[in-house]
């Protein structure tokens, strides 16, 4: 939801460029300083004072379900929230990241000895949407991640999550780069064709252009 905007943009202006993605862990600031990576695309908080960021857009959570879900006829209305609870989850693992969990939001979740209200949690967006698409689970996303599902598949937005801050992904880079002028380039194309947000979720059946 990010680099997709920026993608036809680069394609047409520097054909000779292209951009690597790397998984964000615990060493992505160490590789920003050394300058094995020119910058990371993560929520910017609690950053050390040696990096700068800036905010490319805004979305808020939403609990997804399966087009023709049981859910789905509750989907927008105050009950969803306690229907909700007869459902499992899928819970999205992301590290390094210290956001909470509640409602399955996607965050560092630790793995219980009992399961209780998740079913599978695994660090693989793709295949935790794809085996919603043929199951009754639950699944935790951003809004903006929603929206651009609901282009390829049937889905539905049940409900928000009750008290959960939005998502705020940042560009993040080292001030080392902050000079350089192909870096300069590459973050005014963020900021010119990401949309800013702040996102209004859609509840119901997702469609294209919601």
Request: aromatic fraction near 6%; proline fraction near 10%.
């Amino acid at each position: 939801m990010v680099v997709e905007p920026v993608l036809a943009a680069m394609a047409e202006i520097a054909p000779g460029a292209g951009i690597a993605i790397r998984t964000h862990d615990e060493g992505t600031l160490a590789a920003l300083r050394s300058g094995e990576l020119d910058f990371g695309i993560f929520p910017a908080v609690n950053l050390p004072s040696d990096f700068e960021s800036t905010t490319l857009l805004e979305t808020s959570y939403v609990q997804i379900v399966r087009a023709g879900h049981p859910l789905e006829a509750l989907a927008g209305r105050p009950e969803a929230l306690e229907a909700l609870k007869d459902f499992r989850r899928i819970q999205i693992v992301v590290h390094p990241d210290t956001d909470p969990t509640a409602g399955g939001m996607p965050g560092p979740a630790k793995i219980p000895l009992s399961a209780g209200e998740t079913i599978l949690w695994t660090e693989s967006w793709l295949g935790a949407v794809t085996l919603l698409e043929r199951s009754d689970f639950v699944l935790a996303v951003p809004w903006r991640t929603a929206a651009r599902l609901g282009r390829s598949m049937a889905l539905t937005a049940v409900a928000p999550i009750p008290d959960a801050p939005p998502l705020r992904p940042a560009l993040v880079w080292h001030t080392h780069r902050s000079g350089d002028p192909a870096f300069v380039w590459l973050r005014s194309l963020f900021l010119s064709h990401v949309e800013r947000g702040p996102d209004v979720p859609h509840f119901g059946r997702i469609v294209p252009g919601s």
